[in-house]
């Protein structure tokens, strides 16, 4: 794997990962129910990308791989 895609990877996941913290603070700043919603919407499309991203990394990085597979909650 070429590092350089890896760092790409995880860089965008720490974006991924403030992005849905920029949304819950504006969720929990604003009182208007109407955009509450509609960022709480995108927040949680916010989640999916890091879903995404973190298994391309789980399936590009075996040593990541290993480590989640360890740590797993479900298991
Ligand atoms: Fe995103």
Redesign the pocket.
């Known amino acids: 794997m070429n590092s350089k895609d890896l760092q790409m990877a995880r860089q965008s996941l720490i974006?991924?990962l403030d992005?849905i913290n920029k949304y819950q603070e504006r969720v929990d700043a604003t009182s208007n129910e109407s955009l509450k919603k509609v960022l709480s919407h995108n927040r949680d499309?916010?989640k999916e990308?890091v879903a995404v991203l973190m298994g391309w990394i789980r399936t590009n990085d075996e040593v990541q791989e290993k480590f989640f597979h360890e740590n797993d909650m479900e298991s």
């Open positions: 974006e991924e992005a499309e916010e990308h």
